[in-house]
T-cell receptor, first 114, second 112 residues
Framework: DAGVIQSPRHEVTEMGQEVTLRCKPI?????LFWYRQTMMRGLELLIY????????DSGMPEDRFSAKMPNASFSTLKIQPSEPRDSAVYFC????????????FGPGTRLTVL | LAKTTQPISMDSYEGQEVNITCSHN???????ITWYQQFPSQGPRFIIQ???TKVTNEVASLFIPADRKSSTLSLPRVSLSDTAVYYC?????????????FGSGTRLQVQP
């Protein structure tokens, strides 16, 4: 398996633009997680899905952020409109069976909002 | 919520054994203890998980005392490539968010 795949790897955009980050989990995994990492706040959980259903989105910072998982092999994290403070590395991870089971992380998307 | 406390940073030399301790005084009966490793510009990578006593795999050992209020990750004979940030997580399936709180981690620097 290729592991968790994220795209794009790098994204530079201007304030106010819409940004869409994409993730393909490991085949067969039923949990998918979106994290954000910054120097100031560390690694924060934004939202996670189980069997394509959002379970906990309490980490989503505000209404500008939304996440979807239309099927078991694809998820998106959208920011609209983007702001400079959204600049961070966004990681997607997947796991099998339980939230405390080993998570496999993707390479991350480095987002810069100018 | 079970809160974890780890040293912010540690230094070591190649070939030494490194022990990183995590305090989790409020650990609950159903909680497991999980450690992750993160290299610069990469996502975290699972190292080891345990519930009590000692767990060992090909990478590390995890020591958990009887009261489970702390745990120690032991890395035998570290090399330069072990320079990374190490995170201790505590939580269980029924309170998923707690198992997914990475905290600040411990930055390990291995010197030649």
């Amino acid at each position: 398996d290729a592991g968790v795949i994220q795209s794009p790897r790098h994204e530079v955009t201007e304030m106010g633009q819409e940004v869409t980050l994409r993730c393909k989990p490991i085949s067969g995994h039923d949990y998918l997680f979106w994290y954000r990492q910054t120097m100031m706040r560390g690694l924060e959980l934004l939202i996670y899905f189980n069997n394509n259903v959002p379970i906990d989105d309490s980490g989503m910072p505000e209404d500008r952020f939304s996440a979807k998982m239309p099927n078991a092999s694809f998820s998106t994290l959208k920011i609209q409109p983007s702001e400079p403070r959204d600049s961070a590395v966004y990681f997607c991870a997947s796991s099998l069976g339980r939230t405390d089971q080993e998570q496999f992380f993707g390479p991350g998307t480095r987002l810069t909002v100018l | 919520l079970a809160k974890t406390t780890q040293p912010i940073s540690m230094d070591s030399y190649e070939g030494q054994e490194v022990n990183i301790t995590c305090s989790h005084n409020n650990i609950a009966t159903n909680d497991y203890i999980t450690w992750y490793q993160q290299f610069p510009s990469q996502g975290p990578r699972f190292i080891i998980q345990g519930y009590k006593t000692k767990v060992t795999n090909e990478v590390a050992s995890l020591f958990i005392p009887a009261d489970r209020k702390s745990s120690t990750l032991s890395l035998p004979r570290v090399s330069l490539s072990d320079t990374a940030v190490y995170y201790c997580l505590v939580g269980d399936f029924y309170t998923g968010r707690r198992a997914l709180t990475f905290g600040s981690g411990t930055r390990l620097q291995v010197q030649p």
